[in-house]
């Protein structure tokens, strides 16, 4: 069974950091792209950040660079997201997702699989 399952999410001030993992099935992992998107109440899922199977290349939103960085390791199977100078705008939930190929992507509708979400909450 293809599982994604995220952690690391939680409540930090502004101006805070946090790291979110992804543990992915070894099957859909070696062969893709991974993603982070997120969605915020009455909004929707928007991309974050992707990365190449390989991890040589990596994309981000514009209200991510200089803040978030993704990763990979392909031995135990996870994407990480640091995310830094958190803001209350990036207050949302942040869904791992599997994309459809090996190449970075944008769309939500390019992933195949989805975790679960974690929250994310940064207070002003």
């Known amino acids: 069974q293809v599982q994604l399952v995220e952690s690391g999410g939680g409540m930090v001030q502004a101006g805070g950091s946090l790291r979110l993992s992804c543990a992915a099935s070894g099957r859909i992992f070696s062969d893709r792209a991974m993603g982070w998107f997120r969605q915020a109440p009455g909004l929707e899922r928007e991309f974050v950040a992707t990365?190449?199977?390989?991890?040589?290349?990596?994309n981000y939103a514009d209200s991510a660079k200089g803040r978030f960085t993704i990763s990979r390791d392909n031995v135990k199977n996870t994407v990480s997201l640091q995310m830094n100078s958190l803001k209350p705008e990036d207050t949302a939930v942040y869904y791992c997702?599997?994309?459809?190929?090996?190449?970075?992507?944008?769309?939500?509708?390019?992933?195949?699989?989805w975790g679960q979400g974690t929250q994310v909450t940064v207070s002003a």
């Open positions: 990365i190449s199977r390989s991890g040589a290349s990596r």
């Open positions: 997702g599997a994309g459809k190929s090996w190449s970075i992507y944008r769309n939500r509708d390019e992933n195949d699989y």
